[in-house]
């Protein structure tokens, strides 16, 4: 586990590169990952139809500055990528501020950051910067513009591991890598969700199949439904979009679309149970890849397990948010909550009797394995208590909930009934639909 200790090292090192929607940074960033878990590198083709969209040109900037007319420097991405409207088109020349006031994003409230923001599909450029270096710049002054950049016919560039298990049913685990430098949305996100892979691949036997997906948000996300959409349509059980998950806030969970699926029902259990403060938030309140996959006729019924969401924070999309705002400690947190509810849905089956009426325990040697004399009763009798709900159709969770005891002892007593075949497990009904 001390490996986890990672994870911020991670973060960092990841921080400077510049990220788009596609480009050499997103390469870059999956080539980190790709030092930890063996991801696919997977590019997709300018032009690629995915439904509705359309993958855009690639992206490149090399430079991007405005000087004053004495050639000082005032922005430079140089100092932060952020100070780039993301996508901007080439220009270069000079204007009057006046001109320019209409390429500057700024932050009244904020006036020491930076906000973020894109031109994915808008034909223009644009300068980010803080409400302070904006106060500074001279009415009366022609500015020196550069924004060097070059839009092509390239890719789109996607990180993929699918890690098999003994079924073909999946969860899915998505997260996006198409922010600049800033943490909490996004970097944490990728970390997490890397560092979970290696864990399963490293540490269990595990029963579902998982799919990590490491896209650019949205059109990522159309683009790699365009792609697996059928597949993923018949095996995929739930998951999660993986984002925000590196700040000091309590947890935040969006509920699937449909709501009361899978996802949800172990994602609230598993909060409620560790007894963590969380908020639960309604689908509509969404923002990113669930977006996609949970469109109606899409339906993959996915979740996201946050700390504070995006919309919520003030730092979130500026430069605030940055590797201050986040910290080992509580990237530490949100991937143990994770584990939490992988540990619970590869356990979390359906159980049915072998027999009419209730089993004789003692022959079984159940009754006797129980040595506690103090809470002696309790204990044997929750073996039988547990063998009444065993009835293929109720999963641990909602054993959990009848006999409001912990998962880890429902499951502990089952595995034992199972080991000692007095009850079988249900793998006809995996939990799809449930409440
Ligand atoms: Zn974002």
């Known amino acids: ?46 032009g690629t139809k995915a439904f509705d969209w359309k993958i855009p040109l690639e992206w490149k900037i090399t430079k991007a500055y405005i000087k004053d007319s004495k050639g000082n420097t005032i922005i430079d991405i140089k100092n932060n990528n952020l100070h780039i409207l993301s996508y901007s ?30 031109s994915y599909y808008k034909d223009t450029w644009g300068f980010c910067l803080t409400y302070n270096q904006y106060k500074n710049l001279n009415r009366n002054e022609t500015y020196d513009v550069c924004v060097d950049a070059n839009l092509f016919k390239g890719s789109l560039t996607y990180g993929e591991l699918i890690i098999k298990g003994k079924s073909k049913k999946e969860l899915l685990f998505s997260t996006y890598i198409c922010h600049p430098s800033m943490c909490n949305d996004n970097l944490s996100g990728p970390v997490v969700a890397t560092y979970l892979a290696k864990y399963i691949l490293k540490n269990m ?49 969006l509920q699937t679309r449909k709501e009361k699926q899978i996802t949800d029902k172990v994602s609230i259990f598993a909060l409620k149970e560790t007894k963590v403060n969380y908020k639960l938030r309604k689908f509509h309140t969404c923002g990113s890849d669930e977006r996609q996959y949970n469109f109606p006729g899409v339906d993959l019924n996915i979740g996201s397990l946050m700390r504070t969401k995006y919309f919520e924070y003030d730092e979130y999309h500026t430069s605030a948010d940055n590797l201050k705002f986040i910290s080992q400690n509580n990237l ?90 007095i009850i079988l497990k249900n793998l006809k009904i995996i939990s799809k639909g449930t409440q």
């Open 89 to 118: 088109r080439p220009f270069k020349g000079k204007i009057k501020f006046k001109e320019l006031n209409k390429h500057l994003y700024y932050l009244k409230d904020f006036p020491n950051w930076i906000p973020y923001r894109t």
């Open 1 to 46: 586990m001390t490996d986890l200790k990672n994870m911020y090292q991670l973060v960092k090192k990841m921080f400077p590169i510049h990220r788009s929607i596609t480009g050499d940074g997103n390469r870059e960033t999956l080539k980190y990952i790709k030092k930890i878990i063996p991801i696919k590198i997977k590019e997709v083709p300018t």
């Open 205 to 253: 036997n595990n029963f579902y199949t998982y799919r990590f997906v490491f896209i650019p948000e949205s059109i990522g996300s159309i683009a790699y439904l365009k792609k697996n959409l059928k597949q993923m349509k018949k095996n995929t059980i739930g998951g999660y979009v993986l984002v925000c998950l590196g700040d000091a806030g309590d947890f935040t969970y």
């Open 332 to 421: 530490e947190k949100s991937y143990k909550m994770y584990l939490n509810c992988i540990n619970i849905f590869e356990n979390n089956h359906k159980y049915y009797n072998k027999t009419l009426c209730e089993p004789r325990l003692g022959i079984h040697g159940i009754w006797n394995q129980i040595g506690a004399s103090k809470s002696k009763e309790d204990i044997n009798m929750i073996f039988r208590k547990i063998l009444y709900y065993c009835d293929g159709k109720n999963d641990i969770i909602d054993i959990c909930k009848i006999l409001d005891k912990p998962f880890e002892k429902i499951n502990n007593a089952i595995k034992l009934m199972l080991k000692k075949k």
